[in-house]
């Protein structure tokens, strides 16, 4: 009680001193405004009055405009050359800005260009008050009919011959796609791939130079938002012109004028002018040994306002995925395990008026897979007295099938903009299965592999043989089949109020259903004479829905000194149903294992309700109501050469959570009311230098607490498993988790090199943990969770990259180092007590890789190391000490009669681990000869992936309770010829 009381005392200190700052800092503002108010007797306050210039027709930015600000009796009060924002980007823009005195006025603004008529806009200054800015109407400019197409500046990108493949523009980093030599028929991934400083991760997160790209676009707009893979398996590499990776201002910041979030990272792809309008269709077939299969199409018309996709696939061949080797990273983590067969289909269509202030996005998705894993594993836990030991082996058929459908709906006006998504998705999975696992006192290794030990422990008597004694035995046979389905809407309106202020009102809302039904068959022995051996035939029927919807106001004050204050409500409420009985079909006369009984086959509905499992069937209906009120200051400046942000948010949480839950004698109703405050703060600072350099800094840190489940509070007991029993904790306390991160990044345009640094840490209080205790006769788990201190993590990287060494020469250098700390609780029983387990893990890993490019040749050498320790607190923990190291080539190269050859070789190790399975060398060797006939019409090509067949999937893990080594049956080398056809329509151009 005096350590919650005195870290009571401790946030209250901390809410009290962020409570001043808040205040201090909300003084600051207002006197700042009240200072220029008196100022505003001895001198004018001035206000900027902006506008912006596009081509009429096409709406892109107009370089060259020359803007006339005159008054009402066309007197000129300024004159000024447009500037650029965001050059090279798709949110490119053509701006003016001039400082006018606050007061009511009404003023002409004339826009002259040499090739299109002078375009006059009329625009009334009426209510300054805390208006920040004007904003004119925008200069929608007319061409006139003896301009040149060919003179027409559209703001683009102009890639030079010398084929540069990076180009750095403040904080934009350019790519030119003709630079990287790629085979033919690649996709957006392989090029994705190639470009300096990215890394992309199996399930379609890039990272660009170790940062994390939030959205990938194309040409400015999103395409399947939140799904990378569908741009970056279907798009052709050869439609791509750049590939941009830069800040983003987010929408709802560009139509308020101010950064009131932080910006995106954003990976925008620019499709080449001759792909911009009309139409594009890619097609490609491809049959290999093995029987092996893949194909795949891909459609796209295109225009200046509209899109519409059209996509579909099949293949054998794991690829849902990247191809080991490919990605330079270890190889199976990149692999599907098992022998995955997909079927997809999908559509987008994409439509936005003349003004941009109107758009939809309609998105569809279908897949159909079947998946056949094979998973063995070896597992030593750690116990006090002793550790344990398991070999496990599992089938398993996966048939799936889902879709969903996605639409996005933006209005904007001057004043006003609605955001409207609205989705529906539904999942079936039907799971057969088979397992075998067994448990034992000693290290079963000297018998032999996992087969080996399984197939001697389900011959052998209890008593086993020197070697090997097993505690127990359990083979399962399964079916599950599960339903899913949910629908959401979310809506947000946002307002410019004439007084300079802002509004937000958002409803956001979904249901979701699921059912599921698990048929097993489930044989377990025990070696103790004590214990009887266990015949279920079991039949589990679960069933959940769940709503919820959560209406929010937010306010936002807006100051002429940059600041900004905000305030919000939210109300959120939350239902969830869960029905979850479960039936002991051998309790009833013919349905005992073994009977002549079909699995998944049920009785009638009387007999079925006799085989209730009444102490581990249970039913709970959970009711949440939570009450936000916050409070946020934000900072946001961009001058020439300095933008700054900087964010603090107080919220203050209140929460009531009422739940019922039924189980067996159990009927009760529990309630908790919960208060949080949970701050956080960041602040982010770039320096641009024109062409000597780039640079950031950001620092962020926040708090939170979270709860355990209110289940985890009851004292029920839950032993549906009998290997794995669950018990409840009614002394369960709240955690707390703190979070820091820092970085900091320089680049050089100039020189073309960056150097990257980031820190982030962590720390855990009163973490719940799953303890557990452990009964050496059976080898039955019971797991009681339980509140642990000393769980901490921090990680670091170092990233330099050099562009244009020696001309054709790049390099680039990785270290990153991760510590994490977990602590846990086990015993034996007959234990009096648990004891603490304390592991920590170090992972150092460094990474080196050049690249030369000259002409049709790339050649890239990369190598790296990964360093593992773990060691913990108990005498008798075993310490790991395990390298993993890589190195290999990846060589393009476009030969005579325009064959190119393009070839990834990959020698991945392992050393220093228990298990002499995991003691591996993997040499990797994917190649692949292709070339194009017909004027780049048709494809051939014929591709070898794993050629020499060394290709496993072998997994380790290492926490606090001991550590397990995981082997997966994959797709084994194969050879495919593969056959594609393009075809483009491009509209007439005009004369």
């Known amino acids: 009680m005096e350590k919650q009381g005195s870290r009571m005392k401790g946030l209250l200190k901390f809410i009290g001193t962020l409570g001043l700052l808040y205040g201090v800092s909300s003084g600051m503002a207002a006197r700042a405004q009240e200072t220029g108010a008196r100022e505003d007797t001895t001198q004018v306050r001035t206000i900027p009055l902006w506008g912006h210039v596009k081509d009429g027709f096409t709406y892109t930015a107009l370089h060259g405009t020359f803007v006339t600000l005159m008054r009402e009796d066309s007197t000129v009060v300024d004159t000024m050359h447009v500037q650029c924002f965001n050059p090279g980007t798709p949110q490119e823009d053509t701006y003016y800005k001039f400082d006018v005195p606050a007061r009511r006025a009404r003023y002409i603004i004339k826009a002259e260009h040499p090739d299109y008529y002078p375009e006059y806009v009329d625009c009334a200054v009426r209510y300054v008050a805390r208006n920040p800015y004007v904003d004119a109407r925008h200069h929608e400019m007319r061409r006139r009919p003896y301009a040149s197409f060919a003179d027409r500046s559209l703001g683009e990108v102009v890639v030079k011959a010398t084929k540069i493949r990076v180009a750095y523009r403040g904080d934009t980093v350019v790519y030119n796609a003709d630079a990287f030599n790629l085979s033919e028929g690649a996709m957006l991934n392989e090029l994705v791939r190639q470009l300096p400083g990215a890394e992309l991760k199996p399930n379609g997160e890039i990272y660009v130079n170790g940062r994390k790209v939030d959205y990938l676009t194309l040409n400015g707009t999103d395409f399947f938002k939140g799904d990378n893979r569908k741009m970056l398996d279907n798009l052709p590499a050869f439609t791509v012109q750049q590939v941009k990776v830069y800040d983003k201002t987010t929408d709802r910041s560009e139509f308020l004028g101010y950064d009131t979030e932080k910006k995106a990272y954003v990976m925008d792809v620019s499709l080449k002018r001759e792909y911009n309008t009309g139409y594009m269709a890619n097609v490609a077939a491809g049959g290999g040994t093995d029987s092996r299969y893949a194909g795949r199409a891909f459609g796209l018309r295109y225009s200046d306002r509209s899109r519409v996709t059209l996509f579909g696939g099949m293949n054998n061949t794991n690829v849902y995925n990247d191809r080991p080797g490919e990605n330079g990273e270890w190889p199976e983590e990149s692999l599907t395990n098992g022998e995955f067969v997909t079927r997809q289909a999908g559509g987008e269509f994409f439509w936005q008026n003349k003004a941009k202030g109107i758009e939809n996005s309609l998105t569809a998705n279908a897949e159909w897979s079947d998946r056949d894993v094979n998973r063995k594993s070896a597992t030593e836990a750690y116990l006090p007295q002793g550790n344990r030991y398991t070999r496990s082996f599992s089938l398993q058929d996966v048939d799936y099938m889902g879709g969903n ?340 990044l320089h680049r050089s345009p100039e020189k073309k090199w960056f150097t990257q640094v980031n820190v982030n840490a962590w720390l855990g209080v009163n973490d719940v943990a799953q303890g557990f205790s452990y009964n050496s006769e059976t080898g039955v788990y019971t797991y009681r969770p339980q509140n642990v201190d000393g769980n901490r993590g921090v990680n670091g990287s170092l990233a330099f990259q050099k562009e244009g060494m020696a001309e054709y020469w790049n390099v680039g250098a990785n270290l990153n180092y991760d510590f994490h700390r977990s602590v846990d609780l086990s015993s034996v029983e007959g234990m009096t007590e648990s004891v603490l387990s304390k592991v920590h893990n170090h992972e150092t890993k460094a990474c080196l890789s050049t690249g030369y490019q000259r002409g049709s040749l790339t050649l890239n050498v990369g190598c790296d190391a990964t360093y593992r320790h773990a060691d913990g607190s108990r005498a008798d923990f075993n310490t790991v000490d395990a390298f993993d190291f890589r190195y290999g080539l990846l060589g393009e190269y476009t030969m005579p009669w325009k064959i190119h050859l393009s070839t990834r070789l990959n020698m991945y190790s392992r050393r220093g681990y228990d298990e002499a399975a995991m003691n591996t060398d993997y040499l990797i060797w994917n190649a692949s000869l292709s070339r194009s006939f017909l004027k780049d019409r048709l494809m051939v090509k014929v591709e070898g992936v794993d050629l020499l067949r060394q290709m496993r999937s072998v997994y380790m893990d290492v926490n606090v309770q001991g550590k397990t080594e995981t082997y997966y049956n994959i797709v084994k080398g194969y050879y495919m010829l593969t056959l594609g056809w393009k075809l483009t329509r491009n509209p007439k151009k005009r004369e």
């Open 405 to 744: 459908a996605n639409n996005w709906l933006t209005w904007k006006t001057k004043d006003h903009l609605l955001t409207v998504h609205s989705y529906v998705g539904y999942d079936r999975t039907d799971t057969h299965g088979y397992a075998r696992d067994a448990a034992f006192d000693a290290d079963p290794s000297a018998v032999g592999g996992i087969d080996e030990v399984l197939d001697s422990a389900f011959l052998l008597p209890s008593s086993g043989s020197a070697r090997m004694r097993w505690l127990n035995r359990s083979s399962t046979r399964s079916l599950f089949e599960e339903w899913k389905y949910n629908v959401g809407h979310d809506m947000m309106w946002d307002a410019k109020l004439p007084w300079g202020d802002n509004l937000q009102l958002r409803f956001t809302g979904s249901l979701s259903r699921t059912e599921n039904d698990r048929f097993e068959h489930y044989l377990l022995d025990y070696a103790s004479s004590r214990s009887e051996a266990d015949r279920r035939n079991r039949y589990d029927r679960g069933r959940r829905r769940n709503y919820y919807y959560q209406p929010s106001a937010e306010y936002t004050f807006n100051f002429p000194n940059d600041w900004h204050f905000l305030t919000y409500y939210i109300y959120k409420q939350d239902y969830r149903s869960d029905s979850s009985p479960r039936y002991r079909l051998d309790s009833l006369a013919g349905w005992e294992v073994g009977a002549a009984r079909h699995l998944g086959e049920l009785p009638s509905a009387r007999e079925l309700s006799a085989a209730l499992d009444v102490p581990n069937s249970y039913y709970r209906h959970d009711l949440s109501r939570v009450h936000t009120l916050g409070l946020r200051t934000f900072y946001s400046r961009r001058t020439e050469d300095k933008y700054v942000w900087f964010n603090f948010h107080l919220p203050f949480t209140q929460s009531k959570e009422d739940m019922r839950y039924r189980r067996e004698e159990i009927d009760v109703g529990l309630q908790r009311r919960v208060f949080r405050v949970q701050p956080d703060f960041t602040y982010l600072v770039y320096w641009f230098g024109g062409t000597r350099y780039f640079r950031t800094f950001m620092v962020n840190a926040d708090m939170a607490l979270g709860t355990p489940d209110l289940v985890n509070r009851l004292s029920v007991r839950d032993a549906s498993d009998p290997l794995h029993v669950r018990v409840g904790n009614p002394y369960l306390q709240n955690s707390w988790r703190y979070n820091f991160r820092t970085g900091f």
